[in-house]
């Protein structure tokens, strides 16, 4: 396995982070050392489906439906080629990236995903160490497997956004909010396509949906608001349903007794395991999580709840960019979800150049769905991004080699889009634009 690898945790640092991740690699190859994960973004997926299990492997990577929208967002990279230009010189490099009035080293943001505890047991605290060394701002998931407030605590110098799942309790959307801000987030950002849970063949196929099982609900169960929820259910509750009990059902009963601790405050499993509140917290946040009934106009409540910035996620159609900046929000994140949601779903990248021109540049536009690697974030970046997030291969990373894992796929990501900007002929992010690039219809 090669040795730590170094952080771009300024701008200055961030130039040249190829050449020192080749020489990292190569040098540690001489004595017979290898990558902790695979550079090859086919390889680095594979991998992570022989070190997860099944229904790990399956929520990670899976889509909606066919999987039409994860192999649409893929191709869409594919109807653009990177012009090569010589004969400059390119060699001082800056990946540099200003957003959110911040100056920051590299213009890539780690995308929040859920229930990252089906990678590795220290799920979100190894991804926000890993950020945090690698100078990158991490976005905390709403339905994350350690509190936002563990976190924070664990690296307090990392940079991080809290994402928000709309509930259907305003008072618990303003309780995580307000958490939020008190644990040192720069921005919230809402999740908007979300509100119904998408038709994901893989799960539906395997009967497994982690939240069941209580996982991935670390947010809510350390919430006041959300205990006060349980416990208005328990005093309301004529006992539930009965089960089949099976080997998976008791697993599943355990899982859900183990997550439950935080809501019945004991650390006995035993004990846990007697208590109605584990599984009640379970039914509670099935019934809260979201809600399809959000519009426009709820939006407007989030201003009472925080004074960050409000950037929407979930924005794919040049209309609903164009109405958040005149709605007043702080910025637009390009996503279909990574084609979790719809399937058949327009591609982002497709319509990316269009929604920045609907923005034109009064709000940053956030990038992501499809980025595999360096020379995608260039294409990204080239059409207009301002930023650009990193969904499942970060994910892939923890699940082979834990926080090592996700560091490297960083800096392997970071690495192929400095030799990219420099074989392209440039010498800063800010500067690259679609002069940079060549359409095609492949």
């Known amino acids: 396995m090669?040795?730590?690898?170094?952080?771009?945790?300024?701008?200055?640092?961030?130039?040249?982070?190829?050449?020192?991740?080749?020489?990292?690699?190569?040098?540690?190859?001489?004595?017979?050392?290898r990558p902790a994960v695979p550079t090859q973004p086919g390889a680095l997926e594979e991998a992570a489906r022989a070190a997860l299990s099944p229904e790990a492997f399956a929520y990670i990577a899976?889509?909606?439906?066919?999987?039409?929208?994860?192999?649409?967002?893929?191709?869409?990279?594919?109807?653009?080629?990177?012009?090569?230009?010589?004969?400059?010189?390119?060699?001082?490099?800056?990946?540099?990236?200003?957003?959110?009035?911040?100056?920051?080293?590299?213009?890539?943001?780690?995308?929040?995903?859920?229930?990252?505890?089906?990678a590795h047991p220290d799920a979100d605290l190894a991804v926000a160490r890993a950020a945090a060394a690698m100078g990158v701002p991490y976005v905390l998931s709403n339905q994350a497997s350690v509190p936002m407030e563990r976190v924070a605590g664990?690296?307090?110098?990392?940079?991080?956004?809290?994402?928000?799942?709309?509930?259907?309790?305003?008072?618990?959307?303003?309780?995580l909010l307000r958490r939020a801000e008190a644990a040192g987030a720069e921005a919230i950002v809402v999740t908007l396509d979300t509100h119904l849970l998408g038709w994901r063949t893989r799960d539906l196929d395997l009967g497994y949906l982690p939240f069941t099982r209580g996982m991935g609900i670390a947010q809510y169960t350390s919430d006041p608001v959300f205990r006060e929820l349980?416990?208005?259910?328990?005093?309301?509750?004529?006992?539930?349903?009965?089960?089949?009990?099976?080997?998976?059902?008791?697993?599943?009963?355990?899982?859900?007794?183990?997550?439950?601790?935080?809501?019945?405050?004991?650390?006995?499993?035993?004990?846990?395991?007697?208590?109605?509140?584990?599984r009640l917290a379970v039914e509670t946040f099935l019934d809260v999580f979201s809600t399809p009934a959000l519009t426009w106009d709820?939006?407007?409540?989030?201003?009472?709840?925080?004074?960050?910035?409000?950037?929407?996620?979930?924005?794919?159609?040049?209309?609903?960019?164009?109405?958040?900046?005149?709605?007043?929000l702080d910025g637009v994140w390009v996503?279909?979800?990574?084609?979790?949601?719809?399937?058949?779903?327009?591609?982002?990248?497709?319509?990316?150049?269009?929604?920045?021109?609907?923005?034109?540049?009064?709000?940053?536009?956030?990038?992501?769905s499809g980025v595999r690697g360096g020379a995608d974030a260039f294409i990204a970046l080239a059409l207009g991004a301002t930023m650009v997030a990193?969904?499942?291969?970060?994910?892939?990373?923890l699940g082979i080699a834990g926080e090592t894992g996700v560091r490297e796929?960083?800096?392997?990501?970071?690495?192929?889009?400095d030799v990219t900007l420099g074989l392209a002929g440039l010498t800063a992010v800010r500067d690259v634009d679609t002069a940079a690039l060549r359409r095609t219809d492949g």
């Not at 084609?339 to 009064?362: F, K, M, N, Y």
Request: proline share 7%; hydrophobic share 45%; net charge positive.
């Open 298 to 328: 709820d939006l407007a409540k989030a201003r009472t709840w925080t004074s960050l910035p409000l950037i929407l996620k979930g924005i794919v159609h040049p209309d609903d960019a164009a109405r958040a900046v005149d709605e007043g």
């Open 62 to 118: 899976g889509g909606a439906g066919a999987e039409r929208t994860v192999a649409a967002n893929r191709a869409a990279f594919a109807r653009w080629q990177v012009w090569p230009r010589p004969l400059r010189d390119v060699s001082v490099r800056d990946l540099g990236a200003r957003f959110l009035g911040v100056d920051r080293p590299t213009p890539l943001l780690l995308a929040p995903l859920g229930v990252m505890e089906l």
């Open 390 to 397: 990193l969904g499942r291969p970060y994910a892939y990373g």
């Open 409 to 417: 796929v960083i800096r392997n990501v970071l690495a192929e889009l």
């Open 154 to 175: 664990s690296v307090p110098e990392g940079a991080r956004l809290f994402q928000l799942y709309w509930s259907a309790s305003d008072e618990l959307n303003a309780s």
């Open 2 to 33: 090669v040795g730590a690898v170094a952080a771009p945790d300024d701008p200055a640092a961030a130039r040249g982070i190829a050449r020192r991740a080749q020489s990292d690699v190569y040098r540690a190859g001489v004595s017979g050392a």
């Open 335 to 368: 996503s279909n979800h990574g084609g979790r949601q719809i399937d058949q779903s327009v591609p982002t990248l497709d319509v990316l150049p269009a929604i920045v021109e609907r923005v034109a540049g009064r709000v940053p536009v956030v990038f992501d």
């Open 230 to 278: 349980v416990r208005a259910r328990a005093g309301s509750s004529t006992g539930g349903s009965k089960v089949r009990v099976t080997p998976k059902t008791i697993a599943a009963g355990i899982s859900i007794a183990r997550n439950g601790a935080a809501v019945t405050g004991s650390p006995s499993l035993r004990g846990n395991l007697r208590s109605p509140l584990p």
